[in-house]
């Protein structure tokens, strides 16, 4: 388990797309709820509401997150993100959201 977390740390580490929300923040728009989510280069994640969890980048290379409450959603990644740049996916629900880069306070 530490094994397959630490490969997964090492190989987000090298990806400027995980540099991009590593270094920035998430802003997640449901369209009844928006706010912001703050990826650490540990693998963890908070958000502005108050939840939190892990992620990690799958044998796919994608990016996937789990919440600390168990809901798990994984989403492709972007290449050269900048923030600013916005695009539409789906929550751990699947219901349409729509992420934008910004930049972290």
Known sequence: MISTVLASIMLA?????????TENA?????GTLTYIVFFEADGTYTTSVGSGGTWEINED?????????????CQPLMDGMSVGDSWEGENAAGEPVTFTLVARD
């Open 61 to 73: 290379g994608e990016f996937c997150v789990s919440s600390a409450v168990g809901d798990a959603n």
């Open 26 to 30: 998430l802003q997640v728009d449901t």
């Open 13 to 21: 580490s090298a990806n400027p797309a995980v540099d991009a929300l």
